[in-house]
């Protein structure tokens, strides 16, 4: 097995979360599908990690497994995932109760899903456990929606979810991760239900949790995104990391056809002809052999049906395609 958490910079990092050897999957009528196969990744202190790929890919049941709320038909069939040096899969769960929420933090696609709709915002923020036996509790709530660049803060601390719009709702989650003082960041495509303008000033806030030493990974579909946030970009197709490399690196000069195609799907790709992947991703009930990758790749050959690519270190970027290496 390739130990890309090492081999990525070709040093041991300082690492805030590792994941060996991880495989994940469902129970469905009475037969197991794998989601996730073998992944091992690492992800350095302080910077900004997007993990990229289309719907269907395995990217929420990655964060999903970290944060431990996989549903009741999923399986870890292997590996551990490392938070500093703890062992979250082994941790009791009255253990890891007390880092979901505030060492790890999740800002979810839909910010409405983590926000009561019974109570206030100001009650909501309040209670953060962070707060427990703090005297000066409320001038903490101002100072983070301000960090959050909300203006008129008395009103929203006296609005109900439902009053505000999802913008304004995915500020408030993250003035709630500023709060509980987290230093991981798990961003499950938090911009899909926002606008473009509204996107990009999110976007903007999560790049300042870096400001602070903090780490956020950052889920995606958009590799636009990935170029302009974040510091490195992880490619998964069904399940399995197929290209991962520094973000500047890989939008610039891609090696995986998929995510050659990923870039190729991209509207404003430098003027070029926007060009649908061909073909569509494969329900995990319909396992691919060989490279999963292959009913859809321009550079398909025989080897590929049968034969499953195992990633290499090609000058820095971690690729699994037999098109490179030995
Ligand atoms: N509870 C579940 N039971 C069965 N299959 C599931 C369940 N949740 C997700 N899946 C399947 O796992 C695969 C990966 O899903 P997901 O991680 O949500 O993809 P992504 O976030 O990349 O869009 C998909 O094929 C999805 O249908
Ligand atoms: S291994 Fe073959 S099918 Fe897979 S991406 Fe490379 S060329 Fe395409
Ligand atoms: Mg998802």
Redesign the pocket.
């Known amino acids: 097995m390739v130990e890309l958490y090492i081999e990525f910079k070709g040093a041991e990092l300082d690492n805030i979360l590792e994941v060996k050897n991880l495989s994940v999957g ?1 129970n ?1 009528d009475d037969n197991f599908y794998y ?1 996730l196969n073998k992944i091992d990744l690492s992800f350095e202190k302080g910077k900004i990690h997007c993990i990229a ?1 289309e ?7 990655f964060l999903n497994t970290v944060l431990r709320l996989l ?1 009741k ?2 399986e870890v069939k292997s590996g551990e995932i490392y938070y500093n040096k703890d062992n979250i899969l082994e941790m009791s769960e009255s253990k890891f109760n007390t880092y979901r929420g505030s060492k790890i933090v999740l800002i979810p696609q839909d910010p409405f899903t983590s926000l009561n709709p019974l109570y206030t915002i100001e009650n909501q923020l309040l209670e953060i456990n962070s707060l427990k036996n703090i005297s000066n509790k409320k001038e903490i709530v101002k100072n983070a929606l301000n960090d959050v660049k909300i203006k008129n803060i008395d009103n929203v601390l006296n609005s109900y979810p439902h009053e505000l719009s999802g913008g304004m709702k995915q500020r408030i989650i993250i003035a709630m991760a500023l709060i509980s003082n987290a230093d991981l960041i798990l961003a499950d495509e938090p911009t899909t239900a926002l606008d473009v303008t509204v996107s990009n000033s999110i976007l903007n806030l999560l790049s300042e949790f870096k400001n602070n030493g903090k780490t956020v990974v950052l889920i995606t579909h958009d590799l636009s995104v990935a170029y302009n946030y974040s510091d490195t970009t992880t490619v998964m197709y069904l399940g399995d990391i197929v290209e991962r490399s520094d973000s500047q690196q890989i939008f610039k000069n891609p090696l995986h056809p998929y995510t050659k195609a990923l870039l190729n799907a991209l509207p404003a790709k430098r003027g070029k002809t926007l060009e649908n992947i061909k073909g569509q991703i494969s ?2 009930t319909q396992p691919v052999s060989g490279c999963k990758f292959h009913p859809r790749c321009n550079n398909v050959f025989d080897k590929c049906k049968s034969v499953k690519p195992v990633i290499e270190n090609i000058n820095g970027d971690c690729v699994a395609c037999m098109l490179y290496g030995k």
């Open positions: 469902f469905i989601v790929g719907s269907g890919c395995g990217k929420s049941v549903p038909n999923a329900p995990i």
